[in-house]
């Protein structure tokens, strides 16, 4: 870091003069104009190039290189997530059909990408999305109430055996990717050029908060298809009413903790986020009780029962730290 000292010149105006290898490094010359940003903390944010558009960035992979298609196909997600806008993927050869059908399911996959060029040994997606126009809270919202939902229908799933619903919940994790993908890609869009963030109407650090809610939120959905997972194993098995009285029970409380801190996020509400932290200590005593029953039965059986009841258990503890987040974020805030 480098220390540099205020001047006063026309006897009103501070000034601090920039470093010349820094300005040289962005471009900049005598009379361009450089943006300040005063940040929350007291710092100020200096921007070499002042521009409300996204700027253009583009990432290239060679396919031949590449040893599996899942590799690509990973490679390509976080690429989307980077916030690139053109991604080109090529091969030394004609592309072998199935790196091929792997970037058409990550284009399928994404929101906001189509292939704007095909060749025989290339193909270029192009990012269609602005990050000025990206609505946070409802993306968010929208994530959180599809998560909630497959952990109601989990617990209905269990109860009724109904094993096609289970493989339903287990294929709307999908959705639940895309989301969060697109909240990562735009999160990280905006913090490379915060400028994005001021139609919006949000500070980069609210974007921020919605970035790592919905990292926690994506997970308690995987949560949910390991329960739907365990569900169709334990299809056609014989539960104790008792038994599954107490796993539906316990999945329960672990949706309203979840919910709950979702609630108090959106209301900024530090008392409500208090006092549901402290719901998981009947949660904890139940998935217990669970596992107690687990090591009652014999074989796979007694693993899938444990396995759902462990799964709940983490739900209400993801459902606490994103309720220790909401108080930190809100005591942050003040």
């Not at 480098?2 to 005598?30: D, Y």
């Amino acid at each position: 870091m480098e220390i540099r000292k205020i001047q006063l010149t026309g006897g009103a105006s501070f000034i601090v003069s920039l470093p010349k290898g820094w300005a040289k490094s962005q471009g900049l010359k005598k009379n361009d104009s450089v943006g300040i940003v005063a940040r929350n903390d007291g710092s100020l944010l200096l921007i070499p190039k002042i521009s409300s558009e996204q700027t253009q960035r583009e990432k290239e992979f060679d396919a031949s290189s590449i040893e599996k298609s899942i590799y690509l196909f990973r490679m390509l997600v976080g690429a989307y997530i980077e916030g690139y806008n053109v991604i080109v993927v090529k091969s030394r050869k004609r592309m072998p059909p199935q790196l091929r059908e792997t970037v058409r399911e990550f284009v399928r996959g994404m929101i906001g990408l189509e292939i704007i060029e095909e060749a025989s040994n290339s193909i270029t997606i192009k990012d269609l999305l602005n990050p000025a126009e990206m609505p946070f809270d409802k993306a968010t919202k929208r994530i959180s109430s599809i998560v909630s939902n497959m952990h109601k229908d989990a617990l209905f799933a269990l109860q009724n055996g109904d094993e096609a619903l289970s493989k339903d919940i287990i294929a709307r994790d999908d959705e639940v990717d895309r989301l969060h993908w697109l909240i990562s890609r735009q999160y990280n869009a905006i913090s490379k050029n915060i400028l994005l963030a001021e139609p919006l109407g949000l500070s980069s650090g609210k974007i921020a908060n919605y970035s790592l809610i919905s990292r926690i939120v994506e997970r308690i959905g995987d949560h949910a298809v390991a329960i739907s997972k365990n569900n169709i194993h334990l299809a056609g098995e014989e539960l104790e009413k008792a038994v599954i009285d107490l796993i539906v029970s316990a999945g329960n409380t672990s949706i309203t903790i979840f919910t709950t801190s979702m609630e108090a996020f959106f209301d900024e509400d530090i008392e409500v986020a208090n006092k549901n932290i402290e719901c998981t200590t009947s949660l904890v005593s139940k998935c217990e009780e669970i596992g107690n029953i687990a090591l009652e039965h014999t074989g796979e059986k007694a693993l899938y029962i444990g396995y759902i009841g462990e799964s709940i258990r983490r739900v209400g503890e993801y459902s606490a730290d994103l309720a220790e987040y909401v108080i930190n974020y809100l005591v942050g805030k003040e």
